[in-house]
């Protein structure tokens, strides 16, 4: 488990990885797993609900009510954010998030004649990771399972078969249980930047990439400074760790003891979250800023393979000394609130930053798995895996 690393971001706020970074820190925000062998969900709940947008560049995406996110529709707010494995049967994990919210009366309400009845807003992305150990894939309840670890802390669903301590919000977690990054093991990545005015800009990302984390040197990209794959063990993993070449599946992975293309195994899917009041173009606004760190760690990305979504909620807990006040917008009580074009900019670099290193979070948190070896585990070979 890495963190709480603690540096300067590139334009000077306060930037932490690991579990000081987790969203959770955010009041409203709460983050919850579930995870079975090789899959899992992650869950960003925040049951009041909290402004919400969506920015989608990868080529293959799977995503549920990323439409309804648009600035120009309707619905302002959602209540929780699925990030999940399964590639498109994971989608299902976010009905046992929308049920459980229902359940706990959280949603909007259709009609005052029928308080009872709620719809929650619930967005989510899946990467794909059908080809790693037993191919399990999410369900309902394993979205309800993610969704009491956040709102009750229950380790209900929690089997992240992490042995890095306590804390197992990053690393082989929840959906980042059966990422892969190239050819080594992806995982949930945290990180945060504080900025001088006191807002945070959060960031968890599932990094299950089509392009390289580092270089041809060994070393990553967003972390040049973390260490390097010697040269030794990137000619054991093949040329796929640098390029867009074939790389044999672990028969364990493959399932039929034959080599197989983990071409198909791709996407990076995360949830920007500020406390900061934004409204939903804004928030846009940050979630494709986020695009810019994702860039910045993962090269090449957003390709025609990829399915990179980054989604932003933005609370409105923390106003800044440039927030705007508006008119009362009845789609949400945040949705009235701005910052202002200085204030933005920082928000979105913050955003590109956290990202960034979340993706870096991710990779060195990550642990050798099903025969897919990790970063720590081939920059220090004497680590037990």
Do not use: Y
């Amino acid at each position: 488990m890495t963190g709480p690393a603690v540096a300067s971001a590139s334009f000077g706020g306060r930037l932490t990885t690991g579990p000081a970074a987790d969203p959770s820190r955010l009041p409203g925000v709460s983050v919850g797993h579930a995870s079975v062998a090789d899959t899992g969900v992650t869950v960003v709940a925040c049951p009041e609900g909290a402004v919400a947008a969506v920015d989608v560049r990868g080529g293959g995406p799977g995503t549920r009510e990323t439409d309804l996110l648009e600035p120009h529709n309707t619905v302002r707010e959602a209540h929780a954010i699925v990030l999940s494995g399964g590639s498109a049967f994971g989608l299902a994990a976010a009905d046992g998030v929308m049920r459980g919210l229902a359940e706990r009366g959280h949603g909007f309400g259709v009609t005052e004649e029928f308080p009872d009845v709620r719809v929650p807003i619930v967005p989510a992305a899946v990467i794909f990771d059908l080809l790693l150990g037993e191919r399990d894939v999410p369900d309902a309840d394993m979205g309800r399972a993610a969704l009491a670890d956040a709102l009750d802390g229950s380790d209900a669903g929690s089997n992240s078969g992490s042995d890095s301590g306590p804390d197992s919000g990053s690393g082989c977690v929840g959906a980042g249980t059966g990422a892969m990054a190239g050819a080594i093991k992806g995982g949930v990545g945290r990180a945060a930047v504080t900025l001088a005015d006191g807002s945070t800009v959060a960031a968890i990302v599932v990094a299950n990439p089509m392009g390289a984390v580092a270089g041809p040197d060994g070393r990553l990209w967003a972390d040049p400074d973390r260490g390097a794959i010697p040269e030794s063990a990137l000619a054991a993993i093949g040329e796929r760790f640098v390029g867009l070449t074939k790389v044999p599946v672990p028969k364990d992975a493959a399932g039929d003891g034959g080599d197989g293309d983990v071409g198909k195994l791709n996407t990076t899917i995360g949830c920007i979250v500020t406390d900061a009041a934004l409204t939903q173009d804004q928030a846009k606004r940050l979630a494709m800023a986020g695009h810019d760190g994702l860039a910045r760690a993962i090269r090449p990305a957003h390709l025609p393979m990829d399915g990179d979504t980054l989604f932003c909620l933005a609370t409105g807990t923390f106003r800044a000394a440039g927030a705007l006040e508006g008119e009362k917008d009845p789609a949400g009580p945040s949705a009235s609130d701005s910052v202002d074009p200085a204030a933005l900019a920082l928000l979105s670099a913050a955003a590109a930053d956290a990202v960034e290193h979340a993706i870096v979070d991710a990779v060195t948190a990550a642990e050798s798995r099903a025969g897919v070896p990790s970063f720590t585990d081939l920059a220090q070979p004497g680590r037990a895996g």
